[in-house]
């Protein structure tokens, strides 16, 4: 989309953006995708049809027509925004303790909570937003956008960089509590590098505007408007400066900014009508089906509203009503249902949980094996998360550095995405009583080249087996040797003996008296 400077806060202009953002096919997509994840699937539009005695189609309101979402959507995106943001450390780390304690300041638990609204809100519809605003201790915090709100606006190329700026139209439903009750209003922000505009729809939720008005007014909640970035206090004054860039920031689902439910819809909607199809046939046939001979009535359609509500049917002199009951033919409908959800977590690239059965008596190598897809659709996610991330991280260092006076580097800080998986405790025990084994080993055979090796290279090797830093202990550890308390060949042959299944000799030491 294009916009001029000089239009940039025309009423009409702004309406007219946002009225084409919601009915473009990007966020009709993106509507699809939160219906799915709120369970609202096309199964709920479903109707039954019969074809009545002029040939034409009516819809049947007398057969069973149950309408059941199955939100398998709604697990897949839950499950992988919860198995990418597993991690219980800060996501954003870095090796130096004072950069550290000034980052978790930011990268902290709110951020966590908006950072799994953004993963979940892209994963659902395709893309969304994330934006930063000046807190009250004039700090940078980061606040989830819906998207579907979120209108992406260029300035025409008019050859002047300066004035080739960009621009974010903000719209949201605010509720308000009014002597009448609660009143829905809509709010508008336009941003921009500098400035926000503040407004409020006069149509609300209805769409409906006074003559003469073009449905667009100044927000008269709003105390500055336009209202700079950053606002801040000296005495009785107010000084306000922008960020010089919009701070909004768009996660992409993928490349075409496309929801996760694309791939999958199709098979959603076959399981939902699979499995109310075989609810209907159940409910219509459960008392059976009945035959009836001199049937004293109009029509059939008024035999089968008898049958349904009074429960009784007039037949002739030579009439007769037999019941006969059916098998369904559940097998099929049964083998389609579990093939359809095995495609869609195949196909959804997640976890099916069913498909590990006990987890106590499955290996560690087989629940890796199951976790593998849903591994490659956040690796996907993750890459595209920590670049925008990096994005703001440049944001956060600077204001760091300016509040500070600190000249800390992007390059000082890196991602970390650790992920979590359920394990079988049996099998980690055997691996931890396998890496002690292995590391007495090691040890042992460091310590009988200890007459070969140099002390203070046998002590290095040593920490190293057992995880430790030797510089840590490096001053403490030559003290003892210096003194004569450590003896590393004495240990050395007392370690051999043992393994030999020799008792190592005592000698008797005469006691020294004191003086």
């Known amino acids: 989309m294009t916009l001029g400077v000089k239009d940039t806060l025309n009423p009409d202009l702004i309406l007219s953006y946002i009225n084409r953002d919601m009915n473009s096919d990007k966020k009709e997509k993106a509507k699809m995708g939160e219906r799915y994840y709120e369970a609202d699937h096309d199964i709920k539009q479903y109707k039954v049809y019969y074809v009545n005695d002029e040939g034409e189609f009516v819809e049947d309101t007398n057969r069973s027509n149950i309408k059941i979402s199955h939100p398998f959507f709604t697990e897949l995106v839950d499950q992988k925004a919860q ?199 159940l409910q219509d046939i459960s008392e059976g089906v009945y035959v009836v001979k001199g049937f004293n009535g109009s029509s059939l359609t008024e035999l089968q509203q008898n049958i349904k509500t009074k429960k009784i049917v007039g037949v002739g002199k030579e009439g007769d009503v037999d019941i006969r009951t059916i098998n369904i033919p559940y097998q099929a409908r049964q083998t389609k249902l579990e093939l359809d959800e095995k495609n869609i977590y195949r196909f959804g690239m997640g976890l099916n949980t069913a498909g590990l059965k006990d987890t106590s008596a499955t290996t560690n190598l087989a629940i890796k094996a199951a976790y593998a897809l849903l591994d490659l659709k956040c690796n996907k996610l993750e890459s595209k998360l920590k670049k925008m991330l990096m994005d703001i991280l440049e944001v956060v260092i600077k204001e760091i550095n300016d509040a500070n006076k600190t000249d800390y580097s992007i390059d000082e800080v890196y991602f970390n995405f650790e992920r979590e998986t359920i394990t079988n405790d049996l099998d980690n025990a055997n691996v931890e009583v396998l890496e002690a084994n292995k590391r007495n080993v090691e040890i042992t055979t460091l310590l009988n080249l200890a007459s070969k090796l140099p002390d203070e290279t046998l002590m290095k090797l040593i920490f190293e087996q057992l995880d430790l830093n030797y510089e840590d202990y490096k001053d403490q550890v030559e003290e003892k040797i210096k003194e004569g308390k450590v003896d590393i060949n004495e240990a050395s042959e007392t370690l051999a003996n043992a393994e030999l299944g020799e008792e190592p000799i005592e000698e008797e030491v005469e006691e020294v008296p004191t003086i």
């Open 83 to 281: 198995y990418l943001l597993s991690g219980k450390d800060s996501y954003v780390k870095s090796d130096n303790a004072e950069l550290q304690k000034e980052l978790d300041k930011y990268f902290n638990d709110d951020f966590k909570d908006e950072l799994q609204e953004l993963v979940t809100g892209a994963s659902t519809k395709g893309f969304d937003y994330i934006y930063g605003k000046k807190n009250a201790d004039d700090r940078l915090e980061f606040v989830y956008a819906d998207g579907m709100g979120v209108v992406e606006v260029r300035a025409k190329d008019n050859g002047n960089e300066k004035d080739d700026n960009d621009y974010i139209i903000y719209h949201y439903v605010d509720t308000q509590q009014t002597q009448k009750g609660i009143k829905e209003v809509v709010k508008i922000e336009v941003w921009d590098k500098e400035k926000t505009y503040y407004y409020q729809s006069l149509r609300g939720i209805t769409g409906k505007v006074k003559k003469g008005e073009c449905g667009l007014i100044l927000d008269p909640d709003a105390k500055y408007n336009p209202r700079p970035h950053v606002v801040t206090r000296e005495g009785d004054k107010y000084y306000g400066n922008g960020f010089d860039f919009i701070p909004f920031w768009r996660l992409d689902n993928n490349r075409k900014q496309m929801s996760d439910l694309k791939p999958i819809k199709a098979l959603i909607d076959d399981y939902d009508l699979m499995s109310c199809g075989l609810s209907n046939n």
